[in-house]
């Protein structure tokens, strides 16, 4: 039974560029969180997301960063015009249940650089 | 070895020493907590969780203690391996939304 997959592992793009991160759950999860990583810190929320719906986006910055879970394919994770502050590594985390549950899976990450 | 106080970055620890890593909480509201452990290069690894409504844990080689009081929460390794050396992070949860420390960096001195 394949963990939460993320590709690419590593990305690197130049300002301005757009930066997208894709997740795929485990099977049978149908929520998937994001969170980001900067260096030497914890990871911070960004956005729950189900099936077709945006369940929480509050830590998402307000611009450039938008999120998606499709009915078919994996949550994409986009960031239009990155910056270098951009740079960090994203999770993805995918968990079966609904309210209450804690039982989140986290992927490997992708390493977002932005030179 | 012990990290104290509100929260140290580094523990270092001999091979087969117990380890009390130490975190400090936000939010007395937490429905749950969790300890996970990151690798380098990885993504975070569950280890153990208490609920709110508990004070203490216990799993394989790791006990988890809850203090709501002072809203202190430690992770007790047991006979620390090279293996366990990484960042652990403690995290609080709310329904779903978890909220990371900064984390420990865990090095196991053979």
């Known amino acids: 039974n394949a963990g939460v997959m993320q590709n690419p592992r590593h990305l690197v793009r130049r300002r301005g560029q757009e930066a997208r991160l894709r997740c795929s759950p485990m099977?049978?999860?149908?929520?998937v969180y994001w969170y980001r990583q900067l260096p030497e810190e914890g990871l911070k929320f960004m956005v729950y997301l189900q099936k077709e719906n945006i369940i929480d986006e509050s830590g998402m910055p307000k611009e450039r960063f938008s999120a998606e879970f499709p009915k078919e394919g994996p949550s994409i994770l986009r960031i239009q015009q990155v910056v270098r502050g951009d740079s960090a590594a994203y999770f993805c985390?995918?968990?079966?249940?609904?309210?209450?549950?804690?039982?989140?899976?986290f992927g490997p990450g992708t390493r977002l650089t932005v030179t | 070895g012990e990290s104290v106080g509100l929260h140290l970055p580094t523990l270092s620890v001999q091979e087969g020493d117990n380890s009390i890593i130490n975190c400090a909480y936000s939010?007395?509201?937490?429905?749950?907590f969790i300890w996970y452990k990151q690798e380098s290069g990885k993504g975070p690894q569950f280890i153990i969780d208490i609920r709110s409504n508990m004070d203490k844990r216990q799993g394989q080689r790791v006990t988890v203690l809850l203090n709501k009081t002072v809203k202190h929460l430690s992770l007790q390794i047991a006979a620390t391996q090279p293996g366990d050396s990484a960042v652990y992070f403690c995290a609080e949860g709310d329904d779903y939304k978890l909220s990371f420390g900064a984390g420990t960096t865990v090095t196991v001195r053979a």
């Open positions: 985390a995918s968990s079966p249940k609904t309210s209450g549950s804690y039982e989140q899976y």
């Open positions: 939010n007395s509201a937490s429905d749950y």
């Open positions: 099977k049978g999860h149908s929520h």
